[in-house]
């Protein structure tokens, strides 16, 4: 009789989900002072998105990660980075996030990457004492003036201030100013619906009715500041 011999070589894909799996994370102040996440993250925890609170102070943050030995690509915010390297993320407005991802691509096995995306959010307490904040229409369309108020119901409330704004068109443009340019200014115009107000910076905004009523909202402090502002419509 005769005998054969043959090798077989068995080749098993990867485990994506372990490939792609985050092995460290360090984040800390640009002082060095290490940020501690909420929830706590671990290596092997289920967590993808971490919350961190940032000093009023501090101006960017410093990010080093790293992802399994298989993984072929460390990504921060969609760059490549080097694992070995901190990387530094500016801090521009009192709240932001950073994408950190662990990618794994291969001709065989994955020649369209796969991915495990860590969310980490950052949100800094500003001091917003001394902050103006002021809301107009362009020239051409409106204007809008500060006004203040005071709940009728509460008799020890505070006076609380506001804005009046009349429109000659449907769709004017808005300018917030203020004097934190790290604030996150917002204009809610309905549930749901917001628009972020850079400092200066012209916004063309639907009035939807002949009137309506918005909410000039300041984030960053260590609680929102609202501006109710009501808005009238000319007539057609």
């Given at each position: 009789t005769r005998a054969h011999e043959y090798s077989v070589r068995i080749l098993q894909a990867p485990d994506f989900q372990r490939v792609v799996a985050l092995q460290s994370l360090n984040v800390a102040a640009p002082?060095?002072?290490a940020l501690q996440s909420s929830p706590r993250w671990a290596r092997g925890s289920d967590d993808r998105e971490l919350a961190y609170a940032l000093p009023g102070d501090a101006r960017a943050v410093k990010i080093k990660a790293a992802c399994s030995e298989y993984a072929t690509?460390?990504?921060?915010?969609?760059?490549r980075v080097?694992?070995?390297?901190a990387h530094e993320v500016p801090a521009t407005r009192s709240g932001f996030k950073v994408a950190v991802q662990c990618e794994y691509q291969d001709a065989r096995w994955a020649p369209t990457a796969r991915f495990e995306t860590y969310t980490l959010a950052f949100r800094t307490h500003l001091d917003f004492t001394h902050m103006d904040v002021s809301l107009r229409l362009s020239q051409e369309h409106g204007y809008c003036a500060m006004r203040a108020y005071k709940d009728d119901q509460d008799v020890e409330a505070e006076m609380q201030r506001g804005f009046v704004c009349r429109s000659a068109v449907s769709t004017p443009g808005w300018i917030a100013m203020y004097s934190h340019n790290r604030a996150d200014v917002r204009l809610r115009t309905g549930p749901g619906?917001?628009?972020r107000m850079k400092s200066g910076?012209?916004?063309p905004i639907r009035i939807p009715e002949h009137k309506a009523?918005?909410?000039?909202?300041?984030?960053g402090g260590e609680r929102p500041i609202e501006y109710p502002v009501e808005v009238l419509r000319a007539a057609p």
């Open positions: 002082d060095g002072s690509a460390l990504r921060i915010n969609g760059e080097d694992a070995h390297d619906q917001t628009r910076v012209l916004m009523n918005f909410t000039l909202e300041v984030h």
